[in-house]
Every structure is written in C-alpha cells, then in structure tokens.
C-alpha cells in the first residue's frame, strides 16, 4: 500500500515492526543488542496497548455521549490471566504481531510466556467474573468491572517433601503495561470512629459520621476488548492510600513513626488477596477491603451519573449492579447511606433505589462459606451501616411479621442479624433483601438455593429467584489455549463458533468421518506430548503421552474429593502388585490446586497424593504403567496448558456440594469425557452431551441428603468392602510415608468416624466406573468419535449465552456497536 499506516492503530505487518522497533526505543529506552527479554515483551506490550487504547477511547466516548445503560459488575476477585495473547486474538493480529516478531528475530511465544499473570482471584468465583468481562465487551455490552487492585494476588504454590509451601505473588515487580493509572479519579473512603446525630435546620434527623480513619481509593483502569469488535470495555480496579494530607498533625509535630504508620494502615487495604475460598475467617482487614472497593465504585457510579446531567433518583435507570457473591453486598448499606446522608433522600425514596439497583449471584451452597460478620467487629469499622442495617431490618422484620403470622423460626432466619452467645450480621440476606434478583449459577444449584440455604427467602420472594447457568469464553480457554484443534475445527465448520458456540453442533457429521477422528486424536497426542515436556522440566518425571491423561484440576477442598480420587489410584495399584501381569490401560493421573493456607486438611491431601506418586511412579511392578502426577502453583497460565492434554475430566465433588464449577466446562469444550457425579453443571453437561459420552457414578443430591439423614456410618462400608480397607489401612500403615503411620491419619480418621463428604459411600461406584472408563479407552476411534461429539454439544457452556441471559432477563440492557472515528 502506498500509504503509510499509523504506527499506533495500524494492524499490518510492517507496522507492527515498526512499533514494537519504535517502543523499544522510546519506552524501554534501549536498541536491540541491549534489550532484555522483558524489554520485548514490554515493547509488543504497549504496541497492542495503543490498538486498545484507539477502541477504549471510542467505546467510552459513546457511552457518554449516548447515554447508555450500563453494567456494573461488583465483584472481590477477578481471575484474568495472561492478557498479551488474549488481546492479539481479541484484535485479530495474533497471525500479523507472529510475523512482525519473526522479522524481528523474537519468538512471540517465547515472549507471551514471560508474562506474569495478574492473579486477583482465588478459583472459580473470579475466574468467572473474568470470562464475563470477555463476554459483556464481545456482546458490546456497556459495562464497568470493579474490584480491587491487590498488590499481591493468590499466593504462588511450591511442593516442597510433597508439603506446600507458599510464597508472594509480587506480580506488579515488573510494572504492569495493561493498567492506565487514574490518578485524578479517587475517593475518600471512612472507616471506624462513632455517629453524630442531630437536627437540621428544617428539623430533620441528620447523621454525620466522624470517622477514626480516612483512605483514598485510586482508579487503575485495565481495558478488557471484545473478540473482533470495537468494544472495549473498563475493568477498574481500587488502590488504597493515605490521603493527600494524611497525619500531618503528627509529621509536623515531628511524629514521623506515626505518620508513616498511618500510611502504612492505609495501604493495607488493597495489599493482599485473601486465599481462603469457602471457609470464611471474620477478619477486619477483609471487611475493609470489602467496604473499601464497594464504596469508590458505587461513588464513582453516581459521579458518572450526574455528570451526565442525570437526577440521582434515576441512578437504577443507568446503573444495574451484579454482586459477585456477598463480598460487595455491603453495597446495599452503602447506597442507601450515600443517597441519605451524602444525597439528602428520604428513607423511602433511597430503599426504592437501592432495591431496583442490585441483583445478587449465589456459589454456594455449603451453609458454613455463607458469610457473616460479627456484629461488634462490624459496628467497629462501618458504624453507620451498622445503623442502617438495624433499620433496614426493622422495617422488614415488622413486613415479614405480618406476611408469616408471627413464625417466629422464619423470622429470626431471614433476619439480617443473628443472634447467639454473640450478634453477627448475615450477609446473604443482606444481599436477598436489596436485591430485585436472586441467582444461582447452575440449574441444580439453583433449585437446592431454594430448597435449602435460602428456601425462606424463596418462600417469601419467588419473584427474585432465577438461574443463570455458568459458561466459559471460548476465546481463551480454545482459541488461545488450544489453536491446533481451533484451526481443525474452523477448516470444517468456518469460525463463526467462536462467537456462536452453538455452531459446534455442526462437528456432529464429522465424528463419523474416520480421517477427521485420526486428525482428532492426533491434536489431542500433540497438547499432551507438550505437557508430558512441561511436567518433565518442571518435575523430572517421566510421562508417557500414550498414556490415558486422567486430570483432576481445581482448588482443594473436602467436597471437591481429590482423596476419592487417591482411592482409586491406590486401588489400581494394589490390584496390579497383586498380578503384575494384569492388562491394564497405562494412565497418567495429574492433579493441580492450591489449597488455602489456614486449612490443614486439604494441605494434608497434597502430601497424601504426592506421597502416593512416590510410591507408584517408583515401584518396578508398576513399570510406569501408571503415574501421579501433581503439577505446582495451579493457575491461569497452567491450566492453558492442562486442558487441551486431558483424556479425562475428573468432576467428581459430593453431589449437592458444587455450586457449578467451570472446569468441567472447559475441560469438555477441549474433548475430554467427563467422569462425574450429578453435581453442579455436570447435569447441564451431561444432558447435553449425552448420557453415552459421559461416565456418570455416585449418589445424587437426593441420595445424598438421605443417607445422611438416616444416619450415614462410613465405617459399615469400610468393614464390608475389602479393596476399601486395604486402601484405608495401607494408608495407615504408613506405607505412603516412610512407614510414619501418623501423617495422613487426622484424613483418615476424618474418613472413618465422619465422612462428611461420603467417599466410602461413593467408593464402589466410582471404581465400577472407572473400569468403563478403561474400556472404552481401548477402542480409541471408539473414543475419538465420543470426544468429537462431546466437543461439538458444549455449545450451550460459553459465557456468551450465559451473559446473554443475564443481559436480557437481569440486567434488561442492550448492546451497543462502537464505531471508530
Ligand atoms: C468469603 C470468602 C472466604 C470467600 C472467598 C472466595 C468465599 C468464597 C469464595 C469463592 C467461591 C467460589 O469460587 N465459588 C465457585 O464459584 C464458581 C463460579 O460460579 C462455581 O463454578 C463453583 O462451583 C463455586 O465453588
């Protein structure tokens, strides 16, 4: 072309180079022969960078500019991963950025793997914020995700004598080119300190707060592009610091330990990530963070609103804000008291608003991870919400005397406050009460929230209760994580699927297409030969990629059941010591998740897989015919590399225990079968892909309550199951541990005496289908032809259709096509 495109918008070849040869320079300030690996990656950074920054600018002009309707997604965590890839694929130009690094003489992958990934989430619950912000921007939805800019994320997992060990995610060492500071954009956020009351001039009751301490909140604002749109949409995320003048008192008093302490308080707030997912820890840091990044986005919300010129009694007209779980239900405390104290609405009027604006998504059902918050602990940092929340509750204690005749049981369980050897405030329902929407994240989850954990807010408030069933974007976890099988199905069916899962169905014919099935499996051989390499460089261990790659990736918990699947392996290896010669189908069992640092239990099941792994990986009658894998610091990053090699997806919880999960959708999509209880989305799953491609054991949620409440003895299966005592006391025995019989026993005792996560009881099921699962691994075009089907029927998982639903049913907001000027 004889025009010369803008270096920082074109898309071409040439100008790519000339970026990325141009941000070497005036960026990283250095030329080629001097250039560090990360000055590289930094420059290709801030190339893609300017392409987004062109789509942001326009995208946010026309929402002003409209006046749209818009999405705020509240959420503590957000899992996003590397963003480098995802934005050439979002842009179309991973193929052009591929070609202008190899004229350069770079390897653009070996550079997309110097990425740190930004990991602001635990597990799941982040994860999903993740792919919904993919989605929102890839559906043109305007939407703004706001959360919290921690200085350290989720810890980083090392095994060390088979324990794990912890260490700082210090994943801002190396700057972060994906973040725009907005240094201007902040908000003076209270805390602690008492309440004055007293009488206007007209005589009205005011409340002043006089707080004990003040931090301001800084936007970092991250752009999130959609998949070949102009959409991008702001993902902002709060910093905590001192104020400008924090404690100058005592600086000027010469006080400088305490003034520098005080900055130290205020930077606090948006250190670190918790690790604990499900177990709560009442902790005032954690309700700090809490109340912090609720406070400044909900600010910022209503600045946004009035400087559209708009009334703030029209707020839930512009704004309708998702609660990622109860972590920002505070956020109903905290509107009202800004359109009351800040806004000068009255009671009636400010309830009106705050109960239009906000629409609340449950992910669990474990009644012990429903958070609470100790009341006096509570008052201590937020006592004006304390106040608020007691009218609050005042005034739907008396609605609900009436509607209820004065069941007593009822009310004090839909009280928002608890009471007990001590008070505590019960944020869930907090969130039911000022929300409009109540919704679980898969059908089966969403039909036991209303049987059990809040079947009283159900009975109360049908209306509310709805389903959203959880979906994963397409996007990263198959066209970046996996672009061989990608381009394979896109040279059959076109790549309309990648916006349009259900065009996977298209697959279906090709299943009975043997040179299609070959091209399949050949894929699948080539993703777990590359991590057959990674785990061999990372742990020295041997795999076999022929071998059946059986995976079981996820946080660690009791009620994901990783020991269930220790069970099985050592079942199999007792079987083959017994008869060495036995024909048996060489598998590789990997696992990966990190455990929450406070919970010695899940500790406990690393050290008892990794344990096991000794022993079998060793043992010359095993002959390596199976292997335990378990692959450190489980992440983003990792799973990319995991799931594109799995055979087998193992999603094995106690049914009624997942809210959803969103493994086993991603898992799926990549062509692994799923073996499963009916938990969570495994039903969905199932459903759709059909019983025939799906090794289904164990009890349902029904079952499951039942034997309990008829009294469930783990021992009676112990005692009457032979395989299952042998495994249960080789483990005692100490014939993992060095002959140390006391290391697993606080698991084994758990197992024996409790079992509240019925192994034993699901023990013999999950071996008997384990063994189909062997069978039908031996006819591989049999299994080709399963996975293929399996593959082209997740239509329904992208978060595309899930967003969808929220959007037209929830949220009741449209898209809007950006343009670019
Ligand atoms: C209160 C605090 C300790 C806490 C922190 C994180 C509590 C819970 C969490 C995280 C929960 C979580 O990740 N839940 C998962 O959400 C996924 C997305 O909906 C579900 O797929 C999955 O089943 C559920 O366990």
């Known amino acids: 072309s004889p025009y010369l495109e803008d270096s920082r918008t074109g898309l071409g070849v040439d100008t790519l180079k000339r970026a990325i040869r141009n941000n070497l320079f005036y960026v990283q300030g250095k030329f080629p022969e001097i250039a560090t690996r990360n000055d590289y990656y930094m420059a290709i950074a801030y190339a893609v960078r300017d392409r987004l920054l062109q789509r942001w600018v326009a995208s946010v002009k026309q929402y002003?500019?409209?006046?749209?309707?818009?999405?705020?997604?509240?959420?503590?965590?957000y899992l996003l991963g590397p963003h480098l890839a995802n934005n050439l694929i979002n842009l179309g130009i991973y193929k052009e950025t591929e070609q202008a690094c190899k004229e350069l003489g770079l390897d653009l992958e070996w550079l997309i793997e110097k990425e740190v990934e930004p990991g602001l989430g635990n597990g799941g619950l982040g994860r999903l914020a993740a792919c919904y912000m993919d989605s929102l921007a890839t559906l043109e939805v305007p939407a703004i995700g706001y959360g919290i800019r921690y200085q350290f994320g989720i810890f980083e997992q090392?095994?060390?004598?088979?324990w794990q060990v912890e260490d700082t995610d210090n994943w801002l060492r190396r700057g972060n080119p994906w973040e725009i500071a907005r240094r201007e954009l902040s908000y003076d956020i209270k805390f602690g300190g008492y309440v004055q009351t007293y009488l206007d001039r007209a005589g009205k009751l005011c409340f002043n707060w006089i707080p004990e301490l003040v931090v301001k909140g800084v936007a970092y604002d991250t752009p999130i592009l959609g998949y070949k749109v102009n959409t991008a949409n702001t993902l902002r995320l709060w910093k905590s610091e001192a104020p400008?003048?924090?404690?100058?008192?005592?600086?000027?008093?010469?006080?400088y330990n305490s003034a520098v302490n005080s900055k130290i308080i205020c930077e606090n707030i948006s250190k670190v990530l918790y690790p604990n997912d499900e177990q709560i820890e009442g902790k005032r840091l954690r309700l700090q963070q809490q109340y912090f990044f609720v406070s400044c986005s909900l600010q910022d919300m209503i600045g946004i609103h009035l400087r559209q010129g708009e009334k703030i009694h029209d707020f839930h007209k512009k704004f309708v804000v998702q609660l990622n779980d109860t972590h920002p239900a505070i956020g109903v405390a905290e509107l009202m008291r800004l359109l009351m104290d800040v806004h000068q609405l009255e009671w009636e009027e400010a309830w009106d608003i705050t109960s239009k604006t906000f629409a609340y998504t449950n992910h669990t059902l474990l009644p012990e991870a429903l958070e609470t918050w100790d009341l006096q602990l509570f008052g201590s940092v937020l006592p004006r919400h304390l106040q608020l929340i007691y009218e609050i509750n005042r005034r739907f204690v008396d609605y609900a005397t009436i509607k209820l005749y004065g069941n007593h049981q009822k009310i004090s369980s839909l009280s928002l406050i608890g009471e007990g050897p001590r008070k505590y405030i019960k944020m869930?329902?907090?969130?039911?009460?000022?929300?409009?929407?109540?919704?679980?994240?898969?059908?089966?989850?969403?039909?036991?929230?209303?049987?059990?954990?809040?079947?009283?807010?159900?009975?109360?408030?049908?209306?509310?209760?709805?389903?959203?069933?959880?979906?994963?974007?397409?996007?990263?976890?198959?066209?970046?994580?996996?672009?061989?099988?990608?381009?394979?199905?896109?040279?059959?069916?076109?790549?309309?699927?990648?916006?349009?899962?259900?065009?996977?169905?298209?697959?279906?014919?090709?299943?009975?297409?043997?040179?299609?099935?070959?091209?399949?499996?050949q894929v699948k051989f080539n993703k777990k030969k590359a991590l057959a390499k990674r785990i061999?460089?990372?742990?020295?261990?041997?795999?076999?990629?022929?071998?059946?790659?059986?995976?079981?990736?996820?946080?660690?918990?009791?009620?994901?059941?990783?020991?269930?699947?220790?069970?099985?392996?050592?079942?199999?290896?007792?079987?083959?010591?017994?008869?060495?010669?036995?024909?048996?189908v060489p598998r590789t069992f990997i696992f990966a998740g990190k455990a929450a640092p406070g919970y010695r239990k899940a500790k406990l099941m690393i050290k008892l897989i990794n344990s096991v792994g000794e022993i079998v990986n060793n043992d010359p009658d095993i002959n390596g015919r199976i292997k335990v894998v378990f692959y450190p610091n489980y992440n983003v990053t990792n799973a990319q590399k995991i799931y594109p090699a799995a055979d087998v997806s193992e999603q094995i919880s106690?049914?009624?225990?997942?809210?959803?999960?969103?493994?086993?959708?991603?898992?799926?999509?990549?062509?692994?079968?799923?073996?499963?209880?009916?938990?969570?989305?495994?039903?969905?799953?199932?459903?759709?892909?059909?019983?025939?491609?799906?090794?289904?054991?164990?009890?349902?949620?029904?079952?499951?309550?039942?034997?309990?409440?008829?009294?469930?003895?783990?021992?009676?299966?112990?005692?009457?199951?032979?395989?299952?005592?042998?495994?249960?006391?080789?483990?005692?025995?100490?014939?993992?541990?060095?002959?140390?019989?006391?290391?697993?026993?606080?698991?084994?005792?758990?197992?024996?005496?409790?079992?509240?996560?019925?192994?034993?009881?699901?023990?013999?099921?999950?071996?008997?289908?384990?063994?189909?699962?062997?069978?039908?691994?031996?006819?591989q075009d049999k299994w080709a032809r399963m996975s293929i089907l399996n593959t082209a029927r997740m239509g329904k998982f992208s978060s595309d259709r899930s967003i969808r639903e929220y959007c037209d049913e929830i949220w009741k907001v449209e898209s809007v096509p950006v343009t670019l000027d």
């Not at 003048?245 to 008093?253: C, E, L, P, R």
Request: proline letters at 3%; aromatic letters at 10%; charged letters at 25%.
């Open 536 to 584: 061999k460089k990372r742990l020295g261990v041997d795999v076999d990629p022929n071998s059946m790659f059986d995976i079981l990736v996820k946080r660690i918990h009791e009620y994901k059941r990783q020991h269930l699947k220790v069970l099985h392996i050592i079942t199999l290896y007792n079987q083959i010591k017994k008869n060495p010669s036995m024909d048996v």
């Open 654 to 779: 106690t049914a009624g225990k997942e809210a959803s999960g969103t493994g086993n959708m991603k898992l799926s999509l990549n062509g692994a079968l799923t073996v499963g209880t009916l938990d969570g989305a495994n039903v969905e799953i199932r459903e759709c892909v059909g019983e025939e491609n799906f090794f289904l054991f164990g009890l349902t949620a029904d079952e499951v309550a039942k034997v309990k409440s008829e009294g469930y003895k783990p021992w009676d299966y112990y005692s009457e199951n032979p395989n299952l005592k042998e495994v249960i006391d080789q483990i005692n025995s100490g014939y993992f541990s060095h002959l140390d019989s006391k290391v697993f026993k606080e698991l084994t005792d758990s197992l024996l005496y409790d079992d509240q996560y019925l192994l034993f009881a699901d023990y013999q099921s999950y071996i008997d289908t384990q063994a189909k699962v062997e069978e039908a691994f031996k006819d």
């Open 158 to 162: 090392d095994i060390r004598d088979g």
């Open 64 to 77: 002003i500019q409209e006046k749209h309707r818009v999405v705020a997604y509240l959420s503590a965590e």
């Open 428 to 521: 869930a329902n907090l969130a039911c009460l000022g929300s409009f929407a109540i919704n679980g994240v898969a059908a089966l989850h969403s039909e036991l929230l209303k049987k059990t954990v809040l079947k009283d807010w159900y009975e109360l408030m049908p209306h509310k209760f709805q389903n959203k069933t959880n979906g994963v974007t397409p996007r990263r976890w198959m066209v970046l994580a996996n672009p061989e099988l990608t381009n394979l199905i896109s040279g059959k069916i076109g790549e309309g699927w990648i916006k349009n899962l259900h065009e996977l169905k298209q697959l279906e014919p090709f299943a009975d297409d043997p040179e299609f099935r070959k091209e399949w499996m």
């Open 244 to 255: 400008h003048s924090f404690d100058f008192q005592s600086f000027n008093a010469g006080d």
